[in-house]
């Protein structure tokens, strides 16, 4: 159950750094999608994960 509740979590959360990302706060977004993004310990070839850790990759590529 609480996988589930993680991995919705980590849909909502990169939903919003992509907003923030998108309105120039990277500074916001980065560190909240890595505290969720690093909750995880397994399942890094799932959809959810790939798509949060591409995102992680961009934010920490901008300035």
């Known amino acids: ?3 589930e509740a993680k991995s919705l979590e ?3 959360t990169t939903s919003l750094a ?3 990302r998108d309105t120039n706060r990277c ?3 980065r560190p909240m999608l890595a505290d969720i993004y690093n909750w995880f310990t397994e399942g890094f070839d799932t959809a ?3 798509d949060a850790r591409a995102l992680l990759d961009e934010l920490s590529d901008s300035p």
Do not use: G
């Open 48 to 50: 959810d994960l790939k």
């Open 1 to 3: 159950m609480e996988i």
């Open 27 to 29: 500074d916001e977004a």
């Open 10 to 12: 980590l849909r909502a």
């Open 18 to 20: 992509r907003l923030l």
